[in-house]
């Protein structure tokens, strides 16, 4: 079965520095997808970005960007910049390409920003 | 164009009832996934719908069902509640095209049982 470990239950960061969030994730399979979703205190779980696991090029949303080491099975997200509005809870989430879709999450990642 | 929608957003029962939660999502998705976020056991996958059909289901009992109808929108049905159902439930919804599948997230319902 596939399973996603975020190992940091918090982290925070001063606002306009830069911050990683650590996600590690085991499958046997080849093809699949990562992704990054933040959950601010609305509690509406927003899309932050997405990695396909057959590009060899780590993804980048604006001030978002991910470092993908397939080998490694880590999918760490990078925020530059900070800003007051990234503060959230971050979920690292794993979906088999074909058959069921369904996301796995890992435990999540309390971001907090300092002023 | 409109995100998803989710009915109601908050819902108070007692224990033994019965609730059903309602989903609507993005125009031009087919697929529509539930989720429960319970506190302290993160996001659990409950159930996938496509097309009209069931195509997933997580490990729940029978008592958490589901429908999806013709215009794609969906209905979480619950029974016999218990205590430990209190939980967000979250919606999503995916069109299933040719690389974009990704799933974008309803509000949300805030499910209590006293």
């Known amino acids: 079965a596939q399973t996603v470990t975020q190992s940091q239950p918090e982290m925070s960061v001063q606002e306009a520095e830069t911050v990683t969030l650590s996600c590690t994730y085991d499958?046997?399979?080849?093809?699949?997808?990562l992704f990054w979703y933040k959950q601010p205190p609305s509690r509406q779980m927003i899309l932050v970005i997405r990695?396909?696991?057959?590009?060899?090029q780590n993804a980048t949303e604006n001030r978002f960007s991910v470092n993908f080491q397939k080998a490694a099975k880590s999918f760490s997200l990078k925020i530059s910049d900070s800003q007051l509005g990234d503060a959230a809870m971050y979920f690292c989430?794993?979906?088999?390409?074909?058959?069921?879709?369904?996301?796995?999450f890992g435990q999540g990642t309390r971001l907090t920003i300092n002023p | 164009e409109a995100g998803v929608t989710q009915s109601p957003t908050h819902l108070i029962k007692t224990r033994g009832q019965q609730v059903t939660l309602r989903c609507s999502p993005i125009?031009?998705?087919?697929?529509v996934y539930w989720y429960q976020q319970a506190l302290g056991l993160g996001l659990q996958f409950l159930l996938w719908?496509?097309?009209?059909?069931?195509?997933n289901r997580g490990n729940f009992p029978p008592r958490f069902s589901g429908r999806q109808f013709p215009n794609y929108s969906s209905e979480l049905n619950v029974n016999a509640l218990e205590l430990e159902d209190s939980a967000l439930y979250l919606c999503?919804?995916?069109?299933?095209?040719?690389?974009?599948?990704?799933?974008?997230f309803g509000p949300g319902t805030r499910l209590t049982v006293l």
């Open positions: 499958t046997s399979e080849s093809d699949y997808y």
């Open positions: 125009s031009g998705h087919t697929s």
């Open positions: 999503a919804s995916s069109s299933d095209r040719d690389g974009e599948d990704t799933q974008y």
């Open positions: 989430a794993y979906a088999f390409i074909q058959g069921a879709q369904k996301l796995v």
């Open positions: 990695q396909e696991a057959y590009k060899q």
């Open positions: 719908y496509d097309e009209g059909e069931e195509r």
